[in-house]
Structure formats: C-alpha cells, structure tokens
C-alpha cells in the first residue's frame, strides 16, 4: 500500500522541524510526512557543542511545536532513509521497503562533516559532531580522557574547546590554515578568539596540518601532525567543514553544484523545494549563488517555503544572513557576509571582551560582526536590511550615533 | 507546575500549567502560542520570544538582564517597559499565574 502525503519533507533538522512549526501555525490541513534519519525528536543542534556537554542534564531541546507533535495531519516517520524515487511519478521508496507519494517535495538534507581520509582515520574515538549521537560519543568519551585534540579551528572545535577546558583537560586545537575560522570573521576576531580560549588553558597551534592517527589498534592514542608531531589523545574531534547531503537529489535527477542548485524560488525542479544547508541558492544582492550553514538560513529558508506550500505568492527569496557562536563568556554575532578584500572599522576594544568589525566594500556596509554587543548586532541587521551604510565616524562614535543617522535617513525617506 | 496566561492583541487568552525551571519560550512552543518562535532555542540570539509582562496581574518578572537589554531596544515589535525575551523567564512558583501580551 502506498501512503499518499500533500507534503514529504525529508530532512527533520533545523530546516525540516521549523517547516512542520510554521505550516502547523499556519493552519494548514494538508497530509505532511517529516522524515527524520535519527531516531529522536528534531532537537536543536547549537548546545551540542555548548551547554549540552557540560551539564549533567542529558536532555535535548525540542525544535517541534507542541501542535506540530499533536496535529493528526502531521506524520513523524524516525528512523528512516529514502532510498530513491521518481520525481515525474510522485513516489519515493524508504530503505525499509515502505512507499511514499508526494504532491510536493522538501529536501532538508542538510550537510555532513568533512571527513578526514588519512591513515588512522578508523579508530574508536575519532569523532564528529552533528547529531544528538555524535554529542553522546563525546560525553562518554570525557568519562575515559583527559587527552582532547580537535583537528580544525573552526566554530564547532573553538565552541566545544570553551565548553570543555578545565576539569584537569588538556585541549589542543589543530588548525592548518594561519588564522582561527579564516573564511568567517575578520583578522582581529581570530585573534580575539585564540587569546580568549588560550586564557581558558587551551591550546591553539596554526599552520599544523595531521597527518595521521595512531592508536592500539583499536582505539586512538595519538594524533600526529605533518611535521612529525605526536599529540596524545583519548578523543580526537574532527571539525573541518561540511558537505553538502545532496546525493538523493542526484539520484532524484535533480541538479547538484555545492549543494541542491534551487532557483529564486527556492526549487529544484517544479514541486520540489530545498533548503537549509543542502541548499546552492541565488543571491539576490550578487550575481551569484551560495550555500549557507546556519540556524538563521534553514529556519529563514523554511518560512518561505511554508508561504509558497499554503500558497502565498511571493517574490524572490531574499534574507540578511546571521551567526552567533558562544565561546565561553563570550557571544559572537555575525550579520551580513564578509566578503573577502572588506575594508574594516573597528568599534571598542578587543581588550575589553567588547567590541564591533564593520566590514565595507567600498562605501557599502556588507557584514557587521560583534563580541557582547547583542544590540549592535540587532542594529546591524536592521542596517543591512534597510541597505543603510554607517560612515567610519559614525561608527566609531558608537550605537547611538548610527542610530540618529539611520534615524534620519528614514525620515528623510517617507 | 505554575500558570502562565499569554494575552494576544486581540484580547484571547491562552493559558498553560508550565513546570518549574522550563522558561517560558520553551513553554511558549510546547503550547503553540502565536508569534513565539525561539529560533536560536533560548541562547538570546534571536529575539524571537518577545513577550510584555502585563503587571496588572499582580506579578511581575524583574529586570531584563545586560545583554537581553540590549536586544529589547532593537526587537520589531517595539519595546515596552515590562518587555522581556520570554526565554530569559523561568517558571517559578514567584512567577505563577503570570500575564504575557504577545505582539505581531
């Protein structure tokens, strides 16, 4: 028998579970089946690197609405992969054999982490981290070492280094670039980020790129760097990036290049939509397309989508994109995108755990990026929003300035 | 397990026994209330949960802390002086029977 659905959303992260909250809240009565690969409840993922790890409190936090549980037109199916399908058809086939139709489809896939393909790659306690799973294999790996060495410098390794320090640990992070999260954030915010988290006793060595685990063959013991160095390790984490999941979009026939290439419309094909981090979109502010890994993109690109399944007519998919990130005591902010070439005004003082990077190009604000500066960073997505670029006085001066500036575009403007 | 009362603009009320040490976002969702999405699940990135306390019930929820107060200037809805991030607000016996006026 063929279980015939308006909706399939394959994909129940950030993407998918907020997709199911908005079409619940929308009223929608249409059939909607949300297909999970994990076994859980869609939970959030950012604690998992944060708060997740350091209490003793094990529960996740759920990301679907009490209504999207309960509503009889909502179908949960955990525990389950697509196996492949027919778009033209409507129909998909799980791997446990149980067929599936379609009015319209979702590809919430998200991405993977990049994997290290170097000897030793195998062993027990060399992890990634992405699901509830993966954050359990680190907890009970912290029961049995001290030994921690995280191979990349990005925003999952620097958060779990600030989370973990202490407790008599020792944390090395490996990085093989010259600078922390070097696509990301501004010079000086590497640069902040490696004082703050060496304050907390960790770590951080640049330019090291490993070249190989060691262990008794069975478990790890030692992470071993290029040029010939050997770090003990009980758990070794390996953050260096993402992929995208678009092999059942290439499967379905569907066009893949750096993630599901989706139009302005956020589809792939006709009835068939994709989003979140599997996504290579348009950007409306560039002439080309781009992929996004964030909560803000998966949950931003879902209430889109939800207006065009309940029939909204829309215009193209537009949204300033944002980050945060918490590395101990400290919150980072991102709004906009810092391209690279960005000219860069600083705000405040890295010294005091407090401060603003203004990226421009040209005269145009592109990215704003903030340390404990929660309402700057709000001030500057409404800033790029409204296309309004701050003059490096302005910014110096601080919020307030802007804000009378902005204050008075806006009224020049009605 | 407390009661937290959320008021929408047109008047309705809607009401739910909340457990002590949930915050009220997280309430929020469990119970379907409109316009609360705690997007970045309660790490005050989101502003989101936006919620006025309306201390005519008596009860009220205190200060906003530093960085909460930051991101209250800038929500869309528009400040008030009881405004709160709803994730900041923790069920506690002081806080029951609480009223919260939803915007959108």
């Known amino acids: 028998m063929k279980n015939e659905f308006d909706?399939?959303?394959?994909?129940?992260?950030?993407?998918?579970?907020?997709?199911v909250n908005v079409l619940v809240r929308k009223k929608y009565t249409g059939s909607v089946a949300l297909i999970s690969d994990e076994m859980f409840?869609?939970?959030?993922?950012?604690?998992?690197?944060?708060e997740y790890l350091k209490t003793e409190q094990v529960d996740s936090r759920p990301l679907l609405t009490g209504g999207a549980l309960s509503s009889p037109n909502i179908s949960f199916m955990p525990g389950c992969r697509v196996a492949g399908g027919d778009l033209q058809a409507g129909s998909l086939t799980l791997t446990n054999g149980t067929e599936l139709g379609f009015k319209q489809l979702v590809l919430a896939t998200g991405a993977s982490p990049r994997?290290?393909?170097?000897?030793?790659?195998?062993?027990?306690?060399?992890?990634?981290?992405?699901?509830?799973?993966?954050?359990e294999k680190i907890r009970e790996a912290l029961f049995q070492t001290k030994e921690l060495v995280l191979v990349g410098?990005?925003?999952?390794?620097?958060?779990?280094?600030?989370?973990?320090?202490?407790?008599g640990r020792t944390i090395t992070v490996l990085e093989q670039t010259p600078r922390l999260l070097q696509r990301a954030v501004s010079p000086v915010m590497s640069e902040f980020l490696k004082t703050e988290a060496e304050k907390l006793g960790v770590r951080i060595l640049l330019n090291e790129e490993v070249s190989r685990f060691e262990g008794d063959g069975k478990r790890i013991?030692?992470?071993v760097t290029a040029a010939g160095e050997r770090f003990e390790a009980g758990l070794a984490v390996v953050a260096i990036g993402s992929v995208?999941?678009?092999?059942?979009?290439?499967?379905?026939?569907?066009?893949?290049?750096?993630?599901?290439?989706?139009?302005?419309?956020?589809?792939?094909?006709?009835?068939?939509?994709?989003?979140g981090d599997c996504v290579f979109f348009p950007d409306p502010s560039a002439s080309h397309s781009l992929r996004l890994e964030s909560v803000q993109n998966a949950t931003d690109q879902a209430n889109y989508v939800a207006e065009a399944l309940t029939g909204s007519a829309q215009e193209e998919y537009h949204a300033i994109p944002w980050f945060w990130s918490v590395q101990g005591a400290n919150r980072l902010q991102i709004a906009g995108l810092a391209k690279p070439g960005t000219r860069q005004v600083i705000s405040g003082e890295p010294a005091d755990a407090n401060f603003a990077v203004y990226h421009y190009l040209g005269e145009q604000l592109c990215a704003v990026e903030t340390i404990n500066r929660p309402g700057e960073h709000m001030l500057a997505r409404k800033m790029l929003k409204e296309n309004f670029s701050p003059t490096e006085a302005e910014v110096v001066q601080g919020v307030e300035a802007i804000k009378a500036a902005l204050a008075s575009r806006e009224s020049k403007n009605v | 397990m407390i009661t937290v009362y959320w008021v929408y603009p047109d008047g309705s009320e809607h009401k739910a026994s909340v457990e002590e040490g949930v915050n009220l976002m997280e309430a929020a969702m469990a119970n379907d209330i409109e316009s609360i999405y705690g997007e970045c699940g309660g790490s005050m990135a989101c502003a989101t949960c936006h919620v006025e306390v309306d201390e005519s019930c008596g009860i009220k929820a205190g200060e906003p802390f530093?960085?909460?107060?930051?991101?209250?200037?800038m929500v869309e809805s528009g400040r008030t002086p009881t405004s709160r991030l709803s994730c900041q607000l923790v069920a506690s016996p002081?806080?029951?029977?609480?009223?919260?006026?939803v915007a959108w």
Do not use: W
């Open chain 1, 244 to 275: 995208p999941e678009s092999g059942l979009a290439e499967d379905l026939g569907l066009e893949c290049t750096n993630g599901i290439v989706v139009n302005g419309q956020l589809q792939a094909a006709p009835n068939v939509y994709a989003l």
């Open chain 1, 153 to 167: 410098g990005g925003f999952i390794n620097l958060e779990l280094a600030c989370s973990l320090a202490g407790e």
């Open chain 2, 66 to 73: 530093a960085m909460e107060n930051e991101m209250l200037d």
């Open chain 1, 7 to 19: 909706v399939v959303i394959i994909g129940a992260g950030h993407a998918g579970a907020h997709l």
């Open chain 1, 221 to 223: 013991s030692h992470v």
């Open chain 1, 115 to 135: 994997k290290l393909a170097i000897e030793g790659a195998g062993l027990e306690g060399i992890v990634s981290l992405k699901t509830l799973a993966d954050a």
């Open chain 2, 94 to 101: 002081e806080l029951d029977g609480i009223r919260l006026k």
């Open chain 1, 41 to 50: 409840q869609p939970y959030h993922r950012p604690p998992l690197s944060k």
